[in-house]
């Protein structure tokens, strides 16, 4: 059921995964009824068989989704291809700290697929970051035990704060830079094939 969770969660579904990673390495804890490494490795495989699905899926339709309803939303082809261009430089980035971040979690694997991010960079950051987030949480509940229900509170606060304050500095970031990082997208478009956006 982990497992399964997690990987839906990681293709895009409003799921709560790490609720569930938190519940079940609590449970192994508190009752020894169930043993850490399931839970682990239920997590860590669920986490990238799911983003990997999302990647193909965000490969197959993406694209063409943003090509076709982008625009409506105020995502033209520049900020399009200003998107293609960010992931292909630090998509790897992007793909590892998303793990951590709620909001990101759910879409990262779907955007790298849209934005046509290499594989085998996605695959390296996509593990890494699995096995860090998912391992990381039951591991670190588990040796915590009851102590993480008094911890988590303070800790969710303090994660939410950080992850609200990266995500707003990010967006001011590129709002402020947009016109430049376009131009510097186009320039290397004209060099890269891979960010060639081909007509819908």
């Known amino acids: 059921m982990i497992g399964v969770v997690v990987m839906l969660e990681s293709m895009g579904l409003p799921l709560p995964a790490e609720s569930l990673i938190i519940t079940g390495a609590l449970f192994c804890a508190t009752t020894h009824k169930l043993h850490i490494s399931g839970v682990v490795i239920a997590a860590v495989i669920g986490a990238i068989m ?9 490969r197959a339709l993406g694209l063409k989704l943003l090509q076709k309803y982008g625009p409506k939303f105020g995502l033209t082809p520049n900020r399009l291809l200003l998107g293609r261009y960010v992931f292909l430089k630090h998509g790897g980035s992007v793909v590892f700290f998303g793990r951590f971040i709620a909001v990101l979690r759910m879409f990262v694997a779907l ?30 509940t588990y040796l915590l035990g009851n102590e993480v229900l008094r911890l988590s509170g303070p800790l969710g606060i303090v994660f939410g704060v950080c992850a609200a304050t990266i995500i707003i500095a990010s967006f001011l970031f590129l709002k ?16 890269d094939e891979r960010l060639r956006i081909m007509p819908s």
């Open 50 to 58: 799911g983003d990997n699905f999302g990647y193909l899926i965000g």
């Open 111 to 140: 955007l790298a697929g849209a934005n046509h991010m290499p594989w085998h960079t996605f695959l390296w950051h996509n593990a890494l970051g699995g096995i860090c987030w998912a391992g990381g949480y039951a591991i670190c």
């Open 176 to 191: 402020r830079n947009e016109k430049r990082l376009t131009e510097e997208a186009l320039a290397a478009a004209e060099k």
